[in-house]
């Protein structure tokens, strides 16, 4: 049985002819895939890698080179707290200790008991302006404060909530430790902190 539906597949197949290079298409086809079936089984990435018509490996190497893509289960809804310096300086930190502490994990990665969320530091999403910031369900969150992380927490947490998709933001580009870029194939999947 297939890992992505037809649907999803068929996107994927479209992506190379919107790009210059056909390979650029990997990293928007890995966020489809991700996307549907929640983290990048082995069976999800060589189904990427036949629908774009490149060696397994390489889509395997993207995939384990950002820490974006995530190749275990991850929380259905992933905050992505930016821990970058002027959000640093305006109590990320902190905004990172109360989120662990919401959702009952104590580190990056880590799945909730309920298996709703996870959280990651990443680099500067960009919107420095509205620090403390964090990208959750696609949406960027500016200006937290705890009270806002309780209150986005308690909106997943009621089944009646609409889910919070739009606009769309691009997923922070955050990276794996590596001792070679995807390109050449061979990388190390430690995961640090990063840069984008
Ligand atoms: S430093 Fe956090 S958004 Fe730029």
Do not use: W
Not at 21 to 39: H, K, N, T
Not at 54 to 67: H, I, S
Not at 145 to 173: G, M
């Amino acid at each position: 049985m297939s890992a992505l539906s037809e649907h999803v597949l068929e996107e994927i197949r479209e992506l190379p002819a919107k790009y210059p290079q056909p390979r650029s298409a990997v990293m928007p086809a890995l966020d489809l895939a991700q996307e549907e079936v929640g983290y990048l089984t082995p069976d999800a990435m060589s189904e990427v890698a036949a629908a774009l018509k490149l060696d397994p490996g390489y889509v395997e190497g993207v995939a384990t080179f950002y820490t974006l893509f995530h190749l275990q289960p991850v929380g259905k809804h992933r905050f992505y707290v930016c821990t970058n310096l002027s959000c640093m300086l305006r109590g990320a930190n902190d905004i990172v200790e109360h989120v662990k502490g919401a959702i009952g994990v104590h580190e990056p990665g880590e799945l909730s008991k309920d298996g709703l969320f996870s959280y990651e530091e990443v680099e500067c999403l960009g919107a420095c302006e509205y620090a403390p910031v964090m990208r959750l369900d696609h949406r960027y969150e500016k200006d937290l404060t705890a009270n806002k992380v309780d209150a986005l927490i308690a909106q997943r947490r009621s089944p009646a909530t609409p889910s919070a998709v739009e606009p769309r933001h691009p997923p922070p580009l955050v990276k794996r430790a590596a001792t070679t870029s995807p390109q050449s194939g061979e990388v190390k999947r430690k995961r640090t902190k990063k840069s984008v």
